[in-house]
Nanobody, 124 residues
Framework: QVQLVESGGGLVQPGGSLRLSCAAS????????IGWFRQGPGKEREGVSY???????YYADSVKGRFTISRDNAKKTVYLQMNGLQPEDTAVYYC??????????????????WGQGTQVTVSS
């Protein structure tokens, strides 16, 4: 069955870094774009970054220049390198598989399978 499993979250001080991983199984990762989303306390889920099948990348304005998305199809894993973390980055981070390419990458409805999420807390 299709599964996406996030890991790498944790507690970090402002200005720190984390690398999240999204391990895919049950499908051929090469054939899909993968997005990273987050949901902070009392907030709606928002798109953070997206990587196409071919490796093109997209970012939300709030993380541009600080976050980097990448993929290793041989390892069936998508990564999100997060640098310069700030308290407003505190959220549960999710990866998801995109199946609808007609709209914008940051619309959650474009995705079918989601991971369980990993908590990122930025605090001193």
């Amino acid at each position: 069955q299709v599964q996406l499993v996030e890991s790498g979250g944790g507690l970090v001080q402002p200005g720190g870094s984390l690398r999240l991983s999204c391990a895919a199984s049950g499908f051929t990762l090469d054939n899909y774009g993968i997005g990273w989303f987050r949901q902070g306390p009392g907030k709606e889920r928002e798109g953070v970054s997206y990587i196409t099948k071919a490796g093109s990348t997209y970012y939300a304005d709030s993380v541009k220049g600080r976050f980097t998305i990448s993929r290793d199809n041989a390892k069936k894993t998508v990564y999100l390198q997060m640098n310069g973390l700030q308290p407003e980055d505190t959220a549960v981070y999710y990866c998801a598989r995109r199946i609808d390419y007609r709209g914008t990458w940051f619309a959650p409805g474009q995705y079918d399978y989601w991971g369980q999420g990993t908590q990122v807390t930025v605090s001193s």
